[in-house]
């Protein structure tokens, strides 16, 4: 796995706006929200469903544009998607058209040269790192949950992002498999240590991935706080459930979240969407 | 109080579902037809005459003409010319209706110039077009075969729109951000994720085209036999000539030929797109 990565895919945003119109109704989801995401370090956003944390994601993926404020990847400014961030949404987005392998391999053969050998072999590995190897030739209907979440992750890491995004990747899978991809996809991140940026609403999700947690305010939505979570890796979810240290986090980050989260349950869901 | 026997294992074995299938459906339609024969000879079953079944000819009087029928090369002529002008309209109207479908959902532009004529065409129904047809057209087959065009042409045309658009745009996203030029969006997301919408399209269209072909037969199918022919104009003048069996065996093939194409665009459909079977 490449280890060069560690110093790519610093993510700096300063004075991010975005809002939504709709007609007259105007809805502000994110407002001057500054934030860092470092390079090498897998970066946990949590906050109340609905506040924002996916149009976040997006806009740092090149898929919105902000109203106003900054995005910067290693320097260069966010101007649209690229290779350079990939990203992992909540609902699969596979190509159910293609093969397995077809999919995983589609990223590296958008290039003029086409499918290398060596990038064939790259992506063979991946698919065999997430246990995906027997199944090349399967189409994605054929796969469950988990092993379509793991086959998106393979397609996003063929191309090797600076960035990898993950929208609440495991959300809709049932606890058993949730906490098998959790401990998988720590174990990914401890070998490649590639910049990443993980979105989700569960705090023991969290605790287990992250260097660092940013809690979210509701809309509209800004940093409440940033939580360095300086737990040694390898960690397994038994390891958390006893750490005293992993608790006292816990406790501090359900803290900012409750009364946000009693924000959240008392008002409209989304933002006006256009 | 009786045990329930419970079998060892409900197999859903396909073979005996499609079987039964079949079953049930030449029983369908054998009681059908049954009823019809009652119905026919009514009158001297039981006295009376049953309205409007009772009217039509009898299967068996139908089954007479039709192995007559079959004999004659006309016959079979008119079913050439009548796929012939199906398929002919048929084509055409895929091979523009999919484009133009894919354009309208993808370029606001041409949506925002082509769409409200579209929709002001679309309710002319093809045959109000026959007039206008037969004075542009110069010759009587392409008159013809630009009404059976029009019935397919607006189905295609939205199925394919309406397909296109209802894409995940986060396949489209994911495409783009992993570097895919526009022809690679275009064949590798665009088209396959679009290709389900565009065989049910197919099948509804071809359905439409065999409605619109038999009516366009009928009316344009010219003065002279040889020159229209077709299986529409076969029960014209079997009407007109007062063969009332030949009327039936005329609606009963066109019946036959109709399921066989829309089967045929759905095998297709099948074939073109694995992933979408349900």
Same mark, same amino acid.
């Given at each position: 796995m490449s280890d060069g990565d560690l110093h790519r895919g610093q993510i700096e945003i300063v004075g991010l706006t975005r809002q939504f119109s709709n007609g007259t109704a105007r809805s502000e989801v994110i407002a001057n929200c500054d934030l860092t995401i470092n390079s090498g370090m897998l970066t946990v956003l949590i906050g109340p469903s609905g506040c924002g944390k996916s149009t976040l994601a997006k806009l740092i993926a090149g898929y919105d544009t902000p109203t106003s404020g900054r995005i910067t990847i290693d320097g260069r400014p966010v101007t649209g998607a690229g290779r350079d961030r990939l990203m992992v949404f909540q609902e699969s987005a596979l190509f159910n058209w293609m093969t397995t392998e077809a999919n995983a391999q589609f990223g590296p053969r958008q290039t003029k040269e086409g499918l290398r050998a060596a990038q064939r072999q790259h992506v063979g590995d991946l698919l065999e790192l997430v246990g995906l190897k027997k199944f090349a030739a399967r189409y994605p209907k054929a796969l469950s949950g988990g092993m379509q979440r793991r086959l998106e992750m393979v397609r996003a890491l063929a191309n090797s992002p600076d960035l990898f995004i993950l929208d609440e990747p495991f959300r809709g899978l049932d606890a058993m498999t949730r906490a098998l991809m959790q401990q998988h996809f720590a174990g990914m991140f401890e070998i490649s240590r590639r910049t990443t940026l993980f979105i989700t609403t569960e705090i023991d999700e969290a605790l287990l991935l992250a260097d660092r947690i940013i809690v979210m305010t509701n809309k509209p939505m800004k940093v409440a706080a940033k939580l360095e979570?300086?737990? %040694? =890796? %390898? =960690?397994t979810i038994a390891t958390l459930y006893e750490s005293e240290r992993a608790n006292q986090i816990k406790e501090r980050a359900l803290e900012l979240l409750f009364p946000e989260a009693m924000k959240s349950f008392a008002s409209p869901a989304k933002a006006v969407s256009v | 109080m009786s045990t329930v026997a419970m079998q060892p294992s409900v197999r859903f074995d396909r073979k005996r579902i499609r079987a039964n299938a079949l079953g049930r459906g030449l029983l369908g339609g054998l009681t059908a037809i049954l009823t019809w024969e009652i119905c026919s000879r009514a009158p001297q079953l039981f006295g009376f005459s049953v309205p409007y079944i009772g009217v039509i000819p009898a299967p068996s009087k139908v089954l007479v003409e039709w192995s007559i029928l079959l004999n004659e090369p006309s016959y079979w002529r008119s079913w050439y010319q009548s796929f012939f002008r199906v398929f002919a309209g048929f084509g055409v109207a895929f091979l523009l209706g999919v484009p133009l479908g894919l354009a309208l959902a993808r370029s606001k532009i041409i949506f925002g110039a082509l769409f409200p004529v579209f929709e002001v065409l679309r309710p002319i129904p093809p045959i109000a077009w026959v007039p206008v047809s037969i004075i542009f057209w110069p010759t009587q087959e392409m008159s013809i075969a630009f009404v059976i065009f029009l019935g397919a042409f607006y189905t295609m045309t939205l199925s394919t729109m309406n397909g296109a658009r209802e894409i995940d745009p986060a396949l489209i996203q994911s495409a783009v951000s992993m570097g895919a030029s526009r022809w690679s969006l275009y064949r590798n997301v665009i088209l396959p994720a679009t290709l389900p919408s565009v065989t049910t399209g197919a099948a509804v269209g071809m359905g439409i085209t065999w409605e619109v072909v038999v009516a366009a037969e009928m009316i344009s199918g010219g003065q002279s036999d040889r020159a229209g022919g077709g299986l529409g104009r076969l029960m014209w003048n079997a009407y007109v000539t007062g063969n009332y069996n030949a009327i039936v065996v005329a609606m009963i093939s066109i019946g036959i030929a109709g399921y066989f194409s829309s089967a045929l665009v759905r095998l297709l459909g099948r074939q073109l797109a694995p992933w979408a079977a349900r």
């Open positions: 979570v300086d737990l %040694p =890796r %390898p =960690r | -």
